[in-house]
């Protein structure tokens, strides 16, 4: 019965999400969370490693996340339901393209959910901030600690994104900047 759940709970998520993983993530919470599947400090680490890991960030936390509620087969069933509707959709859009592509009616619709897209999107990023800052992974209803090494590796990481930019005109390479914040975070939290 769990992995039909899972499946039937991300093939919703993967349904009605609109604008990439990060779009997702709340509705994430709100099921995986809200289930009782995994706890909200597990879902932070899930998302962090998601990021970090190769792949599309939607196929990572699912396959994460189904792992940790039904093993492998769950992984394969939460995988399975989150691309499910994506694939559906690209190939009916496929078939349609031209049509589809032109319709006023649909670059309205797309225009329109841009929006919210972006909303959802902020704000995850500063619930997680937040989060990660003030509350130290934990819930919101627990006791209330300012985490001054996270804060210290934010600043640290966003000053030298700044300088790296100013200076060499360019953004930094996603790759490097993975390497040295992991650098820097074994330095700062081992200490």
């Known amino acids: 019965m769990i992995f039909f759940e899972l499946f039937y709970t991300f093939f919703l998520i993967g349904l009605f999400t609109f604008g990439g993983g990060y779009a997702m993530i709340p509705m994430i919470q709100e099921q995986v969370v809200g289930k009782g599947w995994i706890s909200s400090s ?3 680490d899930f998302i962090a490693i998601s990021e970090v890991t190769p792949g599309p960030f939607a196929l990572n936390i699912s396959t994460f996340v189904g792992n940790t509620v039904g093993s492998p087969f769950g992984a394969v069933c939460s995988t399975l339901g989150v691309i499910l509707p994506s694939l559906i959709i690209i190939i009916i859009v496929a078939i349609v393209m031209n049509k ?12 329109g959910v841009k929006p919210i897209v972006l909303a959802l999107i902020l704000s995850t990023a500063l619930i997680l901030l937040i989060k990660i800052l ?6 919101f209803q627990s006791e209330f600690s300012f985490d001054k090494k996270s804060l210290t590796l934010l600043i640290l990481l966003f000053s ?4 790296s930019k100013k200076i060499n005109k360019k ?7 993975l390497g040295i914040s992991a650098l820097l975070g074994i330095i700062i939290f081992s200490v």
């Open 42 to 44: 597990a879902l932070t």
């Open 100 to 111: 589809f592509i032109t319709n006023r009616f649909v670059k309205g619709a797309l225009n």
């Open 134 to 139: 003030f509350f130290n992974g934990q819930s």
């Open 160 to 163: 030298y994104t700044f300088i």
């Open 171 to 177: 953004s930094v390479s996603p790759i490097c900047l």
